[in-house]
């Protein structure tokens, strides 16, 4: 049975394919990479297509399990290694992840994102909750939440219990207050469940999870507008 939602408080929120697709985002973000390469550092830029920087990143993550809840960190090295490796200056890495990272805040939100949010934030505090390195403010999404919570900075990602317990104290409730949204079923609704918060799955009909079967004891929703009618708001 899924538990009534008469009693939220407050609702967190994951980010990335919950509130825009990511994949395209980090394409577009990686072809901004590699044009500044080519500029400043065209042996990197040549030594490095996109296939095997992909291969040298999951070679850093390989190294550094203790990053798997820091993505910018495991990016930052991989840059830097990179450069390293082809005899560029990899001091190069700071300016190379900066471009990168302003490049993987450009969004393009789901249409039903702004009035969503703006919806649920006129009745509920809204927090963050991403296992990603995108930040609300850079996005312009700051007016609409209260905190963020993200896993690089927690020491700790979704599904751990404790990265939903810092959000629900961020939120100001307690967790079988909180409402979690996110679109992955074992981070986000698998997760928020086990730590004792409402979940609910946003299942976009493109996404990547919508041919799985739902969580019992979750919530089912299409997108933001949805959660929003089933609150009342």
């Known amino acids: 049975m899924t538990p009534s939602l008469r009693d939220i408080a407050a609702i967190t929120l994951d980010l990335d394919d919950t509130l825009w697709p990511v994949r395209p985002t980090l394409a577009a973000a990686e072809k901004v990479l590699a044009g500044w390469l080519r500029t400043h550092a065209p042996a990197t830029a040549q030594g490095l297509p996109p296939a095997a920087m992909l291969a040298l990143r999951a070679e850093v993550a390989a190294e550094h399990p203790h990053w798997g809840h820091d993505l910018s960190a495991i990016r930052l090295e ?3 290694r990179g450069l390293a490796r082809h005899g560029d200056d990899p001091a190069l890495a700071e300016l ?3 471009v990168f990272f302003e490049a ?3 969004v393009t939100l789901y249409d039903d994102v702004l009035p969503g949010l703006e919806r649920l934030a006129s009745r509920y505090r809204l927090v963050a909750v991403s296992n990603g390195n995108a930040e609300v403010r850079r996005i312009g999404l ?6 963020s919570v993200s896993a690089r900075l927690h020491g700790a990602a979704k599904p751990d219990p404790t990265i939903f317990a810092a959000a629900c104290a961020a939120a100001g409730a307690a ?4 409402l979690h949204l996110g679109d992955d ?3 986000d609704v698998d997760g928020a469940l086990a730590a004792g918060l409402h979940a609910g799955w946003i299942c976009r009909p493109d996404g990547a999870h919508a041919s799985e079967p739902p969580r019992a004891g979750a919530h089912r929703f299409a997108d933001l507008l949805q959660v929003a009618q089933a609150l009342g708001v």
């Open 185 to 187: 079923l074992a981070a």
């Open 78 to 80: 991989t840059i830097r």
């Open 175 to 178: 967790p079988h207050q909180v």
């Open 104 to 106: 993987r805040h450009a």
């Open 96 to 98: 190379a992840f900066e």
């Open 142 to 147: 700051e007016r609409f939440f209260s905190g």
